[in-house]
């Protein structure tokens, strides 16, 4: 367990500036919507949003914010443009064009077409009359649904609430079960300042927990095991998920199995984490409590 001191920090004692990247640095990394708009006369504009995410399945329904700029609190295009035309088609961000994307976060003055300033292509949508970006793998076609003011001020944030009317998908997305393949998608996160991640290859795990069934938990750990010194919170997180404590038949069956003595202590939770690393948690879960009773039918009832 990592124990360190705590700082104690207020946004109304910090300036703007420094409560945002104390926010975008903690909260991340953050998807990225690549959002292209029209204005009142047609012209384009493209821009990323990293205050982004999915917030509704039925309906779709995505939703950014855009962050009012200086004292006076100015709208960026894209919110001038969504107030007045109501539609968007908001992109994903790639590792193939995260550079191309940084170009398009410039604040050119209105009227400039971010995909020319970029060299993205623009292509036609089916529904709304903002392009979409063809170098990205996916596109969402939106409608407006709402924008929700949290101030007018400069750092006041305006959520964009949009609804998705029409989705298009590269085929290169899906894997053999017809779900996306987050190697393939290879999507890019934003974290604070210049810093970036990219969501694929070894940055990708893969934790399994079926939230639909109710697993022992913490408390139900032995409690050598609840402060062993050598086990992660991680690994502690594995055995607590376990939807059943081992029964003393199988406890029984692994003694016989390992013969006496049977490891204790630090060797046995080292062989426990070996468990984990090799992706057997029934194992682990009933080396976990191997020096629990011996059994008997009071105990097991």
Avoid: W
Wanted: proline share 6%.
């Amino acid at each position: 367990m990592i124990q360190s001191t705590m700082r104690r920090l207020a946004p109304n004692g910090k300036s703007p500036g420094d409560m945002h990247q104390l926010l975008v640095g903690t909260v991340a990394p953050r998807p990225i919507a690549f959002v292209s708009t029209l204005d009142a006369n047609g012209n384009a504009n493209l821009a990323p949003y990293s205050f982004f995410n999915v917030v509704s399945t039925q309906p779709a329904m995505l939703a950014f914010a855009p962050v009012l700029r200086g004292s006076d609190g100015t709208a960026k295009d894209t919110l001038q443009n969504l107030r007045e035309t109501k539609e968007a088609v908001i992109n994903v961000v790639t590792e193939p064009i995260v550079r191309q994307m940084a170009v398009t976060s410039i604040q050119y003055p209105p009227g400039v077409d971010e995909f020319t300033k970029s060299g993205l292509t623009p292509i036609p949508s089916e529904l709304v009359k903002p392009a979409r970006v063809k170098e990205s793998p996916v596109h969402f076609e939106c409608t407006l649904h709402d924008i929700i003011s949290f101030g007018d001020k400069g750092g006041a944030g305006q959520l964009v609430i949009c609804r998705v009317e029409l989705m298009h998908l590269a085929d290169r997305i899906f894997d053999e079960k017809d779900r996306i393949d987050p190697h393939q998608i290879d999507l890019m996160g934003r974290m604070g300042r210049a810093f970036y991640t990219r969501a694929s290859g070894d940055a990708i795990h893969r934790i399994y927990q079926a939230s639909n069934k109710l697993s022992i938990g913490y408390e139900a750990l032995p409690e050598t095991i609840r402060h062993s010194s050598v086990l992660t919170g991680n690994e502690l997180g594995q055995l607590a998920g376990l939807h059943e404590r081992p029964s003393f038949q199988k406890l029984d069956e692994l003694r016989k199995d390992i013969g006496e003595p049977f490891p204790k202590g630090e060797a046995l939770h080292l062989r426990i984490r070996e468990a984990l690393i090799q992706g057997d948690l029934e194992l682990a879960g009933q080396l976990a409590f191997l020096e629990t009773s011996e059994n008997s039918e009071t105990e097991e009832t």
